[in-house]
């Protein structure tokens, strides 16, 4: 694990591969195919600042599952196919650390959130507005009462 570690609530879209950090995964959508031969699946993923949604390709697809624990070593938040997810990237590193022991919260999901250029520097965004408090691609289940 890096010294540098950041939290989720602190993560912002970037170009770069460069960001450490440390999660659990709570859900998992199903894998599809994308542009012919890729396998790719979503997922939610919280630490106990924030959750963001996780793309996972390829094989990463079916090595992890709700209730790890994953360390992501340079790691990308950036938009991918029209969503804005959190992934490993070519260069990053996923590492399973544990299972279903870490204490996390759903809200604010940070890529429910609308992020515009920063007007004092190109090369990095600001939050304009949050565009759901929670995920629109894992929406949270019903209470009963």
């Given at each position: 694990m890096s010294e540098n570690m950041i939290l989720l609530k602190n993560i912002v879209?970037?170009?770069?591969?460069?960001?450490?950090?440390?999660?659990?995964?709570?859900?998992?959508?199903?894998?599809?195919?994308?542009?012919?031969?890729n396998k790719m699946c979503l997922a939610l993923v919280a630490d106990e600042t924030a959750a963001v949604h996780f793309q996972f390709w390829g094989d990463e697809?079916?090595?992890?599952?709700?209730?790890?624990?994953?360390c992501l070593t340079n790691g990308i938040f950036s938009y991918q196919h029209r969503k804005l997810v959190l992934r490993a990237g070519k260069r990053g590193k996923l590492?399973?650390?544990?299972?279903?022991?870490?204490?996390?919260?759903?809200?604010?999901?940070?890529?429910?959130?609308?992020w515009i250029p920063d007007p004092n520097n190109s090369k990095r965004y600001i939050q304009e507005h949050v565009i759901?408090?929670?995920?629109?691609?894992?929406p949270p289940l019903p209470f009963d009462m």
């Open positions: 879209p970037a170009a770069q591969n460069n960001l450490d950090t440390k999660f659990i995964i709570l859900d998992k959508g199903k894998a599809t195919i994308i542009e012919g031969q697809c079916d090595a992890f599952d709700s209730g790890d624990i994953i590492l399973k650390v544990g299972e279903f022991t870490m204490a996390y919260v759903e809200t604010p999901n940070m890529s429910e959130i609308h759901s408090s929670v995920s629109r691609s894992f």
